[in-house]
């Protein structure tokens, strides 16, 4: 039993690590020993397993034993009797002494334990050779201790640095990218760890390449969230001008067309009926003229609220431009009814107004249509509702009318007017005059817009507002637009012949005139006949043209910018396109309406949507240019702000033919002196 313990301490230290580089030396040992004492000795592992044992077959083995596991449970040596090991079918005497890891140190666990065969024949062996086996003892101290200080040099030279980088290891996955292991040594350890000093530091200066990385993305991020706010809130604002007035902020012409279509939809199925008042304000000029236009902008303003507060929420009250608002009220019971409604708002516009310093009194005109009687679509609705409202004039003022077809069949007037206008083109009373355009970058004259004018032999210049409606409703607006047309690609044509070159002429179209089959084979003719350079013509159209039918005109606009004509939306801000939608089309250039620019200079309001679209085309890429201009505060706002060009009475008003081309050699005169005294300050 004794002995057993001596051998187990010894062997302690040579296979402390049983599964390491110790096991074959130990198994090299354990069959000495059962030569040397000619018996059965054999380690297990603590789950069993033979790490040694004298019959060298045995090894990997699992032994099993009810007093091994005790013995390994409890740490203390036990004698059993057991299946002798040489001799299955035999028993023998055993013991079983347990195998700790440090066997100098108190409480050391149990990693295995040392069987040994035992008789008394052996004992009586043994008690002969126990002087014998102290010298074999001895020698084997001595190759124990020198196989624990192989094994511990072998250990510490492999463990260590395995334990350094298990470490630094820790540390990066830590994000501890400065870790470094530093090993002495030219093995293969050695170039392990300056391997992995190489990966810590390519992994340091990576994740500080991804943090400034990210940082940027970040900043880029907010940026483009900023700039996609700011496009969506001036887009949101154009969106809501293009439904409602500027000045009063009731639904303007393009939303009421909206309500109108819906209310035509319903009335022809359900067999509804509805009706459309035209307002018109008596002596509204009277009052812009003595106190001004904010004066009159007050007065509309108030207009629009008695409007608003004297008729039902189903009705929609919108305004046209100038002193014109239109109602469309829904589910009409009868004339009276419509009677009532027209009362009210007389009634509620006689009412004094208060203006600063000036108390008004200013009436109105109601003309009446109703749907089906008086039309079933929006341009006849409308259309007679306006002549009944002209017919509530001239019976008066301050009343109402409804439409009536016997009092239209009407004014000798208009019937002499468009008599006359049909012989205009025939007797060359028609005439073109021009208003140049001022590029604000270069300062010179970048082109002109074409304006008709018409001088009647006896009622001397007509102003296109009376004419030109009375054209397009008579389809008179196509032959006068073509020879329009033409007319202007003649004149520039021979103004680039007299040495004014590279101007580009812009021509208005009606919407009569866009919408005929033939504007495509027209414009391609005229184009031949000139000679005109299409890169030199810009066509000028409005939002509602194109967005009466847009499919068409996405086709038309498409082939007329393939031949190289430009295209310009006039008039912008007073329609009712979208950004998505102008996006559709290949727009040129885009031209502020004036009533924008008017009150550039007081309205914060007018700035606001000036710039929101200066914002617009320059997000689209488009060419912009504002109409109206006339004081030097407008133009220094809308060059500041990178429009392209200025057109209004500031640089010119329009002239005839002659006259600008005196205009544009002078100033192009100007304008080379000016450069040449430039040139020789800078020499």
């Avoid at 021009?434 to 604000?440: E, I, R, S, V």
């Amino acid at each position: 039993m004794l002995e057993a313990k001596h051998v187990a301490t010894a062997l302690a230290h040579t296979g402390r690590d049983l599964s390491g580089t110790g096991a074959p030396l130990l198994q090299q040992y354990i069959a000495k020993m059962g030569v040397m004492f000619d018996r059965d000795i054999l380690i297990v592992d603590r789950h069993g397993v033979v790490m040694a044992d004298t019959n060298g077959a045995a090894v990997g083995s699992t032994y099993t034993n009810p007093d091994i596991e005790m013995t390994m449970l409890d740490g203390t040596a036990r004698v059993f009797i057991g299946p002798d090991p040489s001799e299955p079918r035999a028993t023998s005497k055993q013991v079983v002494v347990p195998l700790q890891d440090n066997p100098s140190e108190h409480g050391s666990p149990t990693v295995g334990a040392i069987v040994l065969e035992y008789s008394g024949l052996y004992d009586a062996l043994m008690q002969e050779a126990k002087r014998s086996s102290y010298v074999t003892g001895f020698v084997a101290a001595v190759m124990v201790l020198l196989g624990c200080t192989v094994a511990i040099r072998t250990t510490r030279s492999i463990v260590w640095p395995l334990e350094e980088l298990q470490t630094a290891v820790t540390a990066i996955a830590a994000e501890n990218y400065g870790r470094r292991v530093n090993l002495q040594t030219k093995n293969e350890l050695g170039r392990l760890g300056t391997a992995f000093n190489k990966m810590a530091e390519d992994l340091g200066r990576g994740r500080a390449a991804l943090i400034d990385h990210v940082a940027d993305l970040a900043q880029a991020n907010v940026l483009l969230e900023d700039g996609m706010k700011r496009q969506k809130e001036d887009a949101d604002r154009i969106q809501y001008l293009a439904y409602h007035d500027n000045l009063t902020s009731l639904p303007n012409r393009a939303m009421f067309g909206v309500a109108l279509s819906q209310s035509l939809n319903y009335g022809k199925r359900y067999e509804g009926r509805f009706a459309v008042f035209f307002i018109d304000l008596d002596r509204f000029k009277q009052v812009n003229d003595t106190l001004g236009h904010e004066a009159g902008d007050l007065l509309l303003k108030e207009v629009a609220l008695r409007l608003r507060q004297t008729l039902r929420a189903s009705d929609t009250v919108a305004r046209l431009g100038g002193d014109e608002f239109v109602v469309l009220m829904p589910d009409l019971k009868d004339d009276t009814h419509a009677e009532t409604v027209a009362r009210k708002i007389l009634g509620a516009i006689s009412r004094p107004f208060s203006v600063p310093g000036q108390e008004l009194r200013v009436t109105c005109s109601v003309g009446i249509s109703r749907f089906p009687n008086d039309g079933t679509d929006e341009q006849t609705l409308m259309k007679n509702a306006d002549i009944a409202m002209y017919q509530a004039k001239e019976s008066g003022k301050n009343g109402s009318a409804f439409y009536s077809a016997e009092r239209n069949v009407n004014s000798f007037e208009r019937l002499a007017l468009e008599s006359s206008l049909r012989r205009a083109v025939e007797r060359d009373e028609l005439l073109l005059h021009y208003q140049p355009k001022k590029d604000f970058h270069s300062g010179e004259t970048a082109g002109m817009e074409v304006l008709l004018r018409w001088q009647h032999p006896d009622l001397g210049m007509v102003a296109p507002t009376q004419f030109i409606p009375v054209a397009e409703e008579t389809g008179l607006i196509v032959p006068i637009g073509k020879w329009v047309l033409r007319t202007a690609c003649r004149q520039t044509m021979a103004w680039k012949t007299a040495g004014l070159d590279g101007l580009v002429v812009a021509v208005n179209l009606s919407p009569r005139q866009f919408s005929d089959e033939n504007f495509l084979e027209d414009v391609l003719a005229i184009l031949s006949e000139t000679g005109m350079d299409p890169r030199l013509l810009e066509l000028e159209i409005t939002e509602s043209m194109i967005m009466h039918d847009v499919e068409r005109g996405r086709v038309l606009l498409h082939t007329l910018k393939d031949m190289g004509i430009r295209i310009a939306i006039d008039d912008f801000g007073t329609g009712y396109s979208s950004l998505a939608t102008l996006k559709q089309f290949p727009i040129d250039t885009l031209k502020i309406d004036r009533s924008f620019i008017r009150d550039l200079e007081t309205d914060a309001e007018d700035r606001g949507l000036t710039e929101a679209i200066i914002s617009m085309a320059k997000t689209l890429r488009l060419h912009l240019v504002a109409e109206g201009v006339e004081t030097v505060g407008q133009s220094d706002f809308l060059r500041t702000r990178g429009c392209d060009e200025l057109q209004g009475f500031l640089f010119s008003k329009p002239v005839p033919a002659a006259e600008f081309e005196s205009f544009v050699k002078i100033r192009r005169t100007m304008l080379g002196h000016t450069i040449s005294a430039l040139a020789l300050q800078n020499a």
